[in-house]
Nanobody
Framework: QVQLVESGGGLVQAGGSLRLSCAAS????????MGWYRQAPGNQRGLVAR???????NYTPSVKGRFTISRDNAKNTMYLQMNNLKPEDTAVYYC?????????????WGQGTQVTVSS
């Protein structure tokens, strides 16, 4: 099985910064694309940013120029640097990895980390 553990969430004022981390562990054979998703109360979970194993990235338009996704393949870790945060960025942020473990091939999800941006 593969475990994804997010960290780095918290409370920050508008205009501030946070850095989220997602560490994958367990019986990992390979990890392909990884991504950050977020879900605010009353909303569906949606893509924030995604990065392939080769480093190609894409972002939802509302975070372009403010957020940067990166990964360290050697450490099976992904990051999301969030700058110039806005109250509308408030949500639970989830890490997703698409890969293969000893018993499953598909999507793995973390438990989520809360990001709250005050105005």
């Amino acid at each position: 099985q593969v475990q994804l553990v997010e960290s780095g969430g918290g409370l920050v004022q508008a205009g501030g910064s946070l850095r989220l981390s997602c560490a994958a562990s367990g019986s990992i054979f390979s990890i392909n694309a990884m991504g950050w998703y977020r879900q605010a109360p009353g909303n569906q979970r949606g893509l924030v940013a995604r990065i392939t194993s080769g480093g190609s990235t894409n972002y939802t338009p509302s975070v372009k120029g403010r957020f940067t996704i990166s990964r360290d393949n050697a450490k099976n870790t992904m990051y999301l640097q969030m700058n110039n945060l806005k109250p509308e960025d408030t949500a639970v942020y989830y890490c997703k990895a698409t890969g293969t473990s000893s018993s499953y091939s598909g999507d793995f999800w973390g438990q989520g980390t809360q990001v709250t941006v005050s105005s």
